[in-house]
């Protein structure tokens, strides 16, 4: 018997503290770079810089995100990364409870092949991002059940009991994304001979 269980962070971008983001970053640079300390001093305060002066526009209103980091920003994604990294490292040896854990940004798949291991592992990780002031949503299924199924980015995990291993993958398709179309590089039209041209150079 054993535990597939999935948590994400609610709204990780607008709710990630700037001040957890700088900490993060700044050691990241301690540990993971070569920069002397004055010139980790001086990217830390280039991000803050960056952080501090974005500007997006809604209709004719111009507006500054005074919390959080910005949702599709150039470096928002590496940012949130490191973040989370930081925030997990100081329950990283609870984590090795799993039989498999990984992560892709704030998305976390783990199994466990316990209860006790399983429910372990959510609490310190609920513990860990609460301490930075933020909540975690989870998806669990475990093969006592003989079914249920765990989304994991694009991949839906189905408990069966029709494979060895306990579980199938299949694709996820979530509900923003049904009627999704896929374009196939080779489709042209008669009207456009430009487009045709180019695709063929590909």
């Known amino acids: 018997m054993f535990y597939i269980d999935a948590a994400d962070v609610k709204a990780l971008y607008p709710s990630l503290c700037r001040d957890t983001a700088t900490k993060a970053f700044e050691c990241a640079l301690e540990k993971h770079s070569n920069f002397n300390t004055n010139a980790q001093r001086i990217i830390v305060k280039l991000n803050e810089i960056c952080l501090n ?3 997006t526009q ?3 209103q111009l507006y500054t995100q005074k919390n959080g980091i910005v949702t599709g920003d150039n470096h928002s994604v590496s940012l ?4 989370v990294h930081y925030i997990l490292q100081p329950i990283a040896g609870g984590l090795r409870e799993a039989a498999l854990f990984r992560r892709f940004i704030d998305d976390v798949i783990w199994i466990a092949t316990s ?3 399983n429910e372990n592992i959510r609490q310190a990780l609920t513990s860990a991002f609460s301490n930075s002031g933020l909540e975690l949503t989870f998806r669990q299924a475990w093969t006592a059940d003989r079914k249920g ?3 994991f980015l694009d991949v839906n995990h189905c408990i069966t009991t029709d494979d060895d291993f306990g579980f199938v993958t299949k694709d996820f ?3 923003t ?3 999704r179309q896929f374009i196939n590089r080779k ?4 009207s456009q001979p430009s487009s045709q041209s180019y695709l063929e150079k590909e």
Do not use: Q, R, W
């Not at 949130?80 to 973040?83: F, G, K, L, T, Y």
């Not at 489709?187 to 008669?190: D, K």
């Open 173 to 175: 398709v979530k509900p």
């Open 53 to 55: 002066n974005v500007v």
């Open 187 to 190: 489709s042209t039209t008669h």
């Open 115 to 117: 209860k006790l291991s």
């Open 177 to 179: 994304a049904e009627g």
């Open 58 to 60: 809604n209709g004719d």
């Open 80 to 83: 949130a990364n490191i973040a």
């Open 149 to 151: 199924e765990v989304e």
